[in-house]
Structure formats: C-alpha cells, structure tokens
C-alpha cells in the first residue's frame, strides 16, 4: 500500500515510519454517544453561538446560510467527550489539539476541500500560527520547530442532521506532512507525497453522483474510496488525521452539524 516516493516537507524517514506504525484505518462507532450528552452539546452551541460563530473557509462573511465554525474549549466540553475519545483512542495518554463544531450549510456554496487534518494548532491557544498550510505556515514552522507534532485521530460526533443524506467520504489515500493537505489547491505539488495514488480512474458514476458530486471529478481521479459514512445521531466517526477526506454531498438548502476534535500522540 505505501508507495510514496518523497519525504515531505520537515518530515524525516523516522516520522514517516512511526506514523506508518501507528496507523489505523477510518473506522465508526454505532449507538456510541449517549442522547442527554447530544443534548447537552447543542444547547451549549444554542446558547453560545450568536458570540462565537465565524464563518468557515473562503472569507465567506458571517450570517445566515454559511458554513459556519464554532470553536469550543476543552473545560467547557471535555467533561462530555473526553470518556468517548479515551475509549477511541484506548488509553488516556492523547494530546488534544483543538476542537471545533461546523455547521455545514449547502447554500449554493460548495464544502468541497479533499484535504487532511494534519495541522490544526493553528486554531489553539497560545500556539499562534498563522494558518495551517501554505508559505506562511512554512515561514511560521521554520521558526518554531518545537511546534511540529505527529497528529493521531480525527474524531467526529454527528450533532444534528437536516439533510436527506449526509457523509463524510474518506479515501484509501494519506499524506503524512505536517501540513494540512488542500487536494484541490495543491494537487500537482504534492501528488508525489500521497500514498496510494493511482493512474487509473477508481470511482464509479454511481458513487461519484450520489456524494462527490460537488467535487471536481478530475480531483479524486486516481484516488480510490476507502469508506463512505453516512451519518447517523448517536455515531462517532474517527480517522487517522492524515487521512484523505471530503464533506459528501448535500442538497441545496441542507444543513448538518457536526463536533470535531483533533488529537495528537502525547
Ligand atoms: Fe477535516
């Protein structure tokens, strides 16, 4: 499976061979979170949001009809989900990254980044990085080096879903920089980086038209689906962060909310 040619960008072959070891593939936890703690967890976004919303990628301004981003802190929440993610991750002995609540909205506007979630400091506190790809990140981890770090698992509890059908598609392809991966922007550069890359065209219409079809379809040529999860209230869905993964497709209209956390080894 691990065909890739290039160490990338500040990675060395012993980073690459311990996040190879650790490796595990996507995998989803049915009937997992209780009810009251859903509950709990969308009153909490109710009663805060209207403070705290900001609009989610492309400069998109705030309001009504955008994907919007909420940002929550480990004590105000943690309580609730750190027992899911301890038995996710089977130890205790995790770092947590950051955690965050989307609300995805199909306005019009497509949720269509391929990408990773190697890098997500950025959205911490005190660790004050620019962004989490691009020459500014570069510029930015050159200078802080103590700052890298090896991520671990994206987990994600579906909150609230308005939407006929909803997934998160996940790919048999991971890139193991330390850089979050835009596929969409950065594909030529960093093809050379991504495990599993094929030549030939792996997805079939039928899939691609049901949930890839807001994504450009020459993107994932090449890529092959390792898992579509529908979501479901009450699962959790969890991924190594490395790995390749794209919001599935919504209807106009549709909206689904979603909690994220991102952990690192310790
Ligand atoms: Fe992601």
């Known amino acids: 499976m691990w065909t890739v040619n290039k160490l990338p960008r500040m990675r060395s072959q012993e980073d690459i061979d311990f996040m190879r070891k650790n490796y595990k593939v996507p995998s989803k936890y049915t009937n997992f979170m209780d009810k009251s703690d ?3 967890i969308v009153d909490f976004w109710q009663e805060n949001r209207a403070d705290r919303e900001i609009s989610a990628g492309g400069g998109a301004k705030h309001g009504k009809g955008k994907t919007l ?3 929550w802190k480990w004590e105000e929440l943690g309580h609730i989900v750190g027992p899911y993610v301890n038995e996710i991750l089977k130890t205790k002995a995790w770092r947590l990254i950051a955690g965050r609540m989307y609300l995805v909205h199909n306005d019009g506007r497509k949720w269509d980044t391929v990408h990773t979630d190697n890098w997500n400091l950025v959205k911490t506190q005190p660790v004050a990085a620019p962004t989490n790809n691009g020459n500014k990140f570069w ?7 103590q700052h890298k770090y090896y991520p671990w698992r994206t987990i994600v509890f579906p909150l609230q879903i308005k939407s006929k059908v909803t997934s998160t598609v996940l790919f048999d392809n991971v890139y193991f920089g330390n ?5 969409n922007r950065d594909n030529e550069q ?3 980086y991504i495990e599993n890359l094929q030549s030939e065209d792996l997805i079939s219409d039928e899939v ?7 994504v450009d379809r020459n993107l994932v040529k090449g890529m092959e689906i390792f898992d579509i999860y529908d979501w479901q209230l009450g699962d959790a869905l969890t991924w190594d962060s490395t790995q390749l993964h794209v919001s599935g497709a919504m209807e106009f209209g549709e909206t689904k909310l979603g909690m994220t956390v991102w952990t690192a080894h310790p």
Do not use: A, G, M, V
Request: hydrophobic share 25%; glycine share 0%; with cysteine.
């Open 38 to 40: 859903i509950n709990q």
């Open 190 to 192: 960093t093809r050379n």
């Open 179 to 183: 850089d979050c991966l835009n596929w």
């Open 139 to 145: 510029d930015w981890l050159e200078e802080n080096e």
């Open 69 to 71: 981003r909420f940002p």
């Open 208 to 214: 691609y038209d049901k949930y890839l079809n807001h």
